[in-house]
Every structure is written in C-alpha cells, then in structure tokens.
C-alpha cells in the first residue's frame, strides 16, 4: 500500500461518518485528484469505500486480506513483525526468505515476515508440495537467532506452541502438536510449520520459519485423498475468521516464546510443549531416511528429539523423521 493510501485509510477509520475529498486533501497537503486514485488503490486492495459527491468517503468494511496495516493494528510485537512484507502471490514465501537474505547480510531482516495471500510452489517438510489457496495463513519469519545449531529445533517448537496457543486463545480450540512440527485438531492437520536453516560450522546465517495454516479455506480447498485428515479454522469454528488478528496472535505468542529460546530456557519451552503434545504417550511408528520401527513415545529431550520405547525395549533417540500414530 502506497504511504499516501496508508494515510487516507487512517483518516477514514478514525469515524464512521463520511469525509468530504476536501477534508482529505487539506489535511494531507494534497490535490483531490490525489485523494480519489489513493480511494481507488484501497478500493482495489479489498477495501470497501462509499463515495458519494455530496458527502465525501465513507469507510464500510476493512479488507479481508492479510494486509500489512490490518495485520499492524494488532500487533504487539517488538521485533517479530516489525517489518512485513506482503504479496499477493508467490511462489514459496520461504524461497522469498531464501532471496532476501541472499542479498546480504541477513541480520537487517531479522524478525521480517513475508506474506502471502496464496502460494503456487508452497513447499512442506521433506520437500513434498504444500498446498496454499487463498484464506490461509502461509507466512515466513527471518530470524538471525543466537541458539546453537544443536539446539535450533527449539525454534520450531517455540513456532508449533504459539500456533497452538493462538488457535486455543482465538477460538477456543483444542489445538495440540504431533511431533515434529504438525498442528492437529482432534487427529486432523490444520498446520504445520518447516524451520529452514543457512549455517556454517556452529554459526547459524539465518533461518527461515515457514508456517501454513489452513485458516479460511473449506474442506473442498484440500485435494481429494487430503480431505479426510485434514481440517481448517472455518470448518471447525463454522464460520469465517478474522485472520489479521489471529495473525498478530501467533506473532506475539512466538514472540514470547522465541525469547526464552534465545536466553537458553530450554525447559519451559519443552514443558509447555509436553503438555500440548498429540505425540507422547501414543503408539508411534517412526520413518527415518536409514530405517523405520515402531513403539511408544514416551519423552522429547531438551534438543527436541523424540524418545521412543521401541517394541523391544529399547529406547531410540529421533532426531528427524516422520511420525505416524492411530
Ligand atoms: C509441513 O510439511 O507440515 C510444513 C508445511 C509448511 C508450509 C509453510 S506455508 C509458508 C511457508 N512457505 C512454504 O513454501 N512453506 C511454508
């Protein structure tokens, strides 16, 4: 949004009466012309705008998108969010973290998120596609953390936590966590976050926390052989939500928790994530790139690994793989 448009819209918002063009103009120093192509820009973003050339402009509803300004108004970060960038459009937003960084120095985008309305080559974990129509949340957050590298599953946990919690204190749902990174309602997937890392010896470069929630979208938005393990916010609450601050939740949730990350408190991280874990306690058969076995989790260590009581007794420390469970 442009900073003139930015600026009209927060002249609008301060009433719910209509502002002559001339008001506008006068208290922003510009023409009425001016005024009426940044009223055609909101109107194009999604915004509802009534003119009539009697009384002026008046603001009917904000837009539903995701946009930066809807996204602001909420926000209660200090650095999560402080910069967003916001497209229609792309590819992968963790690509676009990808390129950014590629720029240089990745520091001066610490704590930027992107946004994406929909993404055409979403990507999950182990490179399998992700699919992100418009109406969910498909976002990446750039951290330069100070965590060593052994420990930088602690970010993606810190991120599974503050979407959980989000989903819990927005709407009252029982959101829980199945490692490594899913979001489950019930025993259905509403997201999943994929922590992408550039790192040299003991020095992390950057990472990238990409998050996709299935938010706005109905059940017919998943392919057919998705459609019955996988849910949204809409469908299970009946009705659309307000994603902009849902949004702004999840941010100052990380937030929090990302600071506990960076001052090494390990142990509330892992405490928290016990207690809204799907996984422990659950039969579980594990899949790693060398092999695949089955038995009981019974425990996630301080690296996020998972402890697994295997169906001979013995215990196996995993560290990556897939989890499947009943
Ligand atoms: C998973 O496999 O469960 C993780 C899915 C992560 C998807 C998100 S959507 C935003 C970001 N951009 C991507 O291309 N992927 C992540």
């Excluded at 001016?34 to 820009?41: G, H, L, R």
């Excluded at 790192?199 to 392919?223: M, Q, R, S, W």
Aim: proline share 3%.
């Amino acid at each position: 949004m442009s900073d003139s448009a930015f600026k009209v819209l927060e002249i609008l918002q301060r009433t719910d009466a209509p502002v002559s063009g001339e008001t506008i103009s006068s208290e922003l120093g510009v023409t009425r012309s001016a005024v009426w192509k940044n009223i055609k820009e909101l109107c194009q973003m999604g915004y509802d705008i009534q003119s009539s050339q009697k009384e002026g402009y008046k603001l009917l509803y904000s837009s539903t998108k995701l946009l930066p300004y809807e996204i602001q108004k909420n926000l209660e970060t200090r650095v999560i969010g402080s910069s967003l960038r916001y497209f229609d459009h792309t590819p992968s937003t963790n690509s676009m973290g990808k390129q950014l960084c590629a720029e240089g120095d990745p520091g001066r985008f610490h704590g930027t998120v992107i946004i994406a309305e929909e993404q055409t080559g979403g990507v999950g974990r182990m490179g399998r596609a992700w699919i992100s129509p418009a109406g969910g949340i498909w976002i990446t957050i750039i951290l330069k953390p100070h965590v060593p590298v052994d420990h930088i599953f602690m970010i993606t946990m810190a991120g599974s936590l503050a979407v959980a919690r989000a989903i819990r204190k927005e709407f009252g749902l029982g959101a829980l966590i199945k490692w490594p990174n899913d979001i489950l309602i019930g025993k259905k997937k509403i997201g999943g976050l994929l922590l992408e890392m550039a790192a040299e010896a003991d020095t992390v470069h950057y990472c990238l926390l990409g998050i996709g929630i299935d938010v706005n979208n109905p059940v017919k938005d998943f392919a057919a052989d998705l459609q019955r393990d996988i849910t949204s916010i809409s469908v299970e609450v009946g009705h659309e939500v307000d994603r902009a601050s849902f949004l702004a939740r999840i941010l100052k949730e990380f937030e929090n928790r990302y600071l506990l990350v960076e001052s090494g408190e390990y142990e509330t991280i892992t405490q928290e994530w016990k207690s809204l874990s799907a996984t422990l306690e659950n039969h579980v058969q594990i899949r790693t790139l060398k092999n695949s076995f089955e038995g009981e989790a019974i425990d996630i260590d301080e690296f996020g690994a998972l402890i697994v009581r295997k169906d001979n007794g013995k215990l196996e420390r995993v560290v990556a793989g897939d989890c499947y469970q009943q």
